[in-house]
């Protein structure tokens, strides 16, 4: 998708569609809108007096070769009351419904038009983004494709400064780090094992201009990560640890460098465990957290923050083999941590377990996890919320502010010390299961942060956000990228 500023005179700018919007209670248009309203000889007037333009948010009204216009088609879409209207929130979602609303109508070439209100660098950043993450396309395995793409997006309105060139670019990356990332996630674990996900990890890096090294089992075994082993030891596949590096171009002795830990369980059967059969087929998106680090060091490769950044992503599939390790099983991390597997489909904390110890070994000193980790954040959340716990708080405050400059939903969850008398073992240091009474999210948890010690961190779990199973206007069901917006934010500002 081609994406140029446009400084043309908005009615004579010719595209397949014209995108514009409109907020509450909008009678008499001025400015931009006041503009297309009088080369469209009053029409537009006359279309908010039928009553038909609600405004109600992303609602869209589509009018057919509006006379006076060069465009084909003049797409309007509601925008909700102007109170309430979120920049950078909103405008992704009114630029992305734009793209899912005429993209299986046939148009090839649209322009967005930004009216007078939403002109800064923010705005452009946020248009952009919201039209590649509404063009991603999960058809990759079907034999007959979709010939409809939207070819070329014309950004009218903004000023054709630098200001805004940079934000474009900035929107690009961010979208298409989000897309990359979502491509991993879609992916069927015959097409995605722990080795392929390294393999892609290394071709993205390469071109991004990253460092990056990749554990094989022998190294996972000679460095004891025995809470991973644990879990792949039921898979014939072996497991990998993808350390992914970005180091800023003049490092300041002493900054703080920041771990970004994903757990990528590539299937999650639930081993001997074992899951219902009932959308088993779902755990294929149990490597949504790996994914989220490799699509956020994606973007922060090209957005340069000033601090180091190492991503370790623990890679591996949870599997019954006959070598599965067994409910009561006693397992050693690498910490030196022994371990009481009570259920073998808590497994996301044991392979975290280790990553994030060995995120703290390569010298992180501030961490945050993604993790697809419990069912139990989707009882307290839905599909609405991310879960983000964190110690200290200080430190998850920061990074719900990220979160709230990203627009992504995020809920502070309790991790107090009560929670710590629920995963103390018979037989062992831990056991991986609270013990039944609730509070599953925030155990699984506390089991983390055994790991995490007292260095900062923030641990979101995204086991119900990761995937949506009804399509938004804005974005397709499937994958949805989330949580990479703030991550990316919350490094660029540290
Ligand atoms: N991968 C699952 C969590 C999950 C559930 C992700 C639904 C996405 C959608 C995780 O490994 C798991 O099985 N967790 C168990 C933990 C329990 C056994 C303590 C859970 O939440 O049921
Ligand atoms: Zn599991
Ligand atoms: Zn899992």
Not at 25 to 48: S, T, Y
Not at 348 to 363: C, H, P, Q, T
Not at 415 to 423: K, V
Not at 468 to 478: I, M, Q, S
Request: charged content about 25%.
């Amino acid at each position: 998708m081609e994406i140029q500023l446009e400084t043309q005179p908005y009615p004579s700018i010719q595209a397949d569609a014209l995108i514009t919007y409109v907020f509450d209670k909008e009678d008499k248009f001025d400015g931009v809108l006041g503009e297309i309203d009088r080369a469209m000889d009053g029409h537009l007037h006359a279309l908010g007096e039928s009553g038909e333009l609600t405004a109600k948010p992303l609602e869209t009204v589509l009018v057919h070769f509006p006379a006076g216009l060069a465009a084909k088609r003049l797409l309007i879409i509601g925008a909700g009351k102007p109170d309430k209207f979120d920049v950078g929130a909103d405008l992704r979602k009114i630029a992305g419904t734009a793209v899912r609303f005429l993209k299986p109508r046939g148009a090839k070439k649209i322009a967005f038009l930004t009216r007078e209100g939403e002109r800064s660098a923010a705005a452009a950043q946020a248009v952009v983004e919201g039209l590649l993450a509404a063009d991603f396309e999960s058809d990759k395995y079907r034999t007959e494709k979709k010939s409809r793409a939207i070819e070329s997006v014309a950004l009218a309105g903004f000023d054709a400064g630098t200001g805004t060139t940079a934000a474009i670019d900035h929107g690009r990356v961010i979208g298409e780090s989000l897309n990359f990332a979502r491509d991993l996630i879609n992916e069927p674990s015959n097409k995605l094992t722990p080795r392929m996900l390294a393999a892609r990890a290394e071709a993205m890096a390469k071109e991004a201009g990253l460092g990056i090294e990749v554990l094989d089992e022998r190294k996972i075994a000679e460095l004891k990560m025995g809470a991973l082993i644990g879990v792949a030891q039921g898979s014939v596949e072996p497991p990998r640890v993808i350390v992914v590096r970005y180091t800023p171009a003049n490092p300041r002795p002493g900054a703080p460098v920041l771990g970004l830990v994903g757990k990528a369980v590539t299937f999650d059967s639930g081993g001997i465990s074992i899951k219902p059969a009932a959308n088993m087929e779902k755990m294929k998106y149990d490597m949504g957290g790996g994914a989220t680090m490799l699509g956020a060091m994606r973007a922060l490769a090209a957005l340069k923050p000033s601090v180091p950044v190492i991503a370790v992503v623990p890679a591996t599939e949870n599997m019954p083999g006959g070598r599965a390790q067994k409910p009561g099983d006693v397992q050693v991390a690498m910490s030196g941590k022994t371990i009481e597997v009570i259920n073998t489909d808590a497994e996301g904390r044991l392979i975290l377990a280790d990553a994030v110890f060995y995120a703290r070994k390569l010298g992180a000193t501030h961490l945050i996890d993604a993790a697809t980790l419990t069912g139990a954040i989707e009882v307290a959340l839905s599909n609405v919320h991310v879960g983000a716990f964190g110690t200290p708080r200080e430190y998850l405050d920061k990074f719900l502010e990220s979160a709230r400059a990203a627009g992504e939903k995020m809920w502070p969850m309790p991790i107090d010390d009560e929670y710590e008398e629920m995963i103390k073992s018979n037989i062992a240091d831990i056991r991986n299961t609270g013990s039944g009474k609730g509070g599953g999210a925030s155990t699984g948890a506390w089991f983390i942060k055994e790991f995490v010690d007292d260095t900062p961190w923030v641990h979101l779990d995204i086991a119900s956000t990761c995937w949506v199973d009804e399509g938004r206007p804005w974005l397709a069901k499937g994958p949805t990228g989330i949580a990479i917006r703030s991550i990316v934010d919350f490094a660029m500002k540290m």
